[in-house]
């Protein structure tokens, strides 16, 4: 069987996101079967929508600004309208993930709009698939995965005033790494059962 290929498809204005972006595409990367690549959709291009088109799965990012995603992220979903036409990511996978500086912020909104740009293009949405770290229990600890508590995709959040060679720290790093796994499990199991079924 061919190794799945997981695309990870971000905007990311300052840098930080792009961090996060890297450690999806790394945690995608460690599974066995599956091999990762990163595309900034800043400028969508022909070589974009090959690389997007061929994937088994896509892994959308976005910072949140203004409480939703980027203009640019925006940008990109809107050009995306002729795939969407053309059902040409129809039953791929996909998850999403989002950094912001507050600690809520309102990322939830940005990443349930990744979530409802995914069902659109009919694709089948893959959760984080974390319990809940951090403040969610009182012997929770910031260094927990997933201490954010999201569950709709990974989140990670980024102080205002430190630059990505700071920020997001490794927690939230970590857990987009886990992101990038989970997805990557679900394609090879997918892989496997759309071979299956075929046979
Ligand atoms: C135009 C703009 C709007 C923003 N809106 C929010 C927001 O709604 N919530 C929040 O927590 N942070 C907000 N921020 C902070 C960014 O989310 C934060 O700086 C993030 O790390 C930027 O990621 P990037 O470096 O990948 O662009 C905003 C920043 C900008 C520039």
């Known amino acids: 069987m061919h190794d799945v290929r997981v695309a990870v498809a971000f905007h990311s204005g300052y840098g930080h996101t792009a961090r996060q ?12 079967g599956a091999r990762s690549s990163l595309h900034d959709v800043t400028t969508p291009d022909g070589a974009l929508w090959a690389a997007l088109d061929s994937a088994d799965a896509i892994v959308f990012g976005t910072p949140t600004y203004m409480g939703g995603g980027s203009a640019v992220f925006q940008g990109f979903a809107e050009a995306t309208a002729p795939v969407w036409q053309e059902r040409r990511w129809q039953g791929k996978l996909a998850a999403g993930f989002t950094n912001s500086a507050g600690t809520n912020g309102n990322k939830d909104t940005a990443l349930s709009a990744l979530a409802v740009f995914a069902a659109q293009h009919g694709m089948i949405w893959v959760p984080l698939g974390l319990a809940p770290g951090g403040e ?14 999201g569950f709709t995709g990974a ?8 630059g990505p060679d700071q920020a997001p720290d490794g927690s939230d790093l970590r857990t987009a ?8 499990q679900a394609a090879v199991r997918f892989e496997h059962g759309r071979r299956a079924v075929a046979a």
Do not use: C, F, I, W
């Open 177 to 184: 790494e886990h992101l990038g796994a989970q997805v990557a």
């Open 155 to 162: 989140m990670a959040q980024s102080p205002s005033d430190l």
């Open 21 to 32: 972006a890297e450690a999806v595409a790394r945690g995608a990367a460690s599974t066995s």
């Open 136 to 149: 969610y229990s009182s012997r929770g600890s910031r260094a927990d995965l997933n201490r954010l508590a």
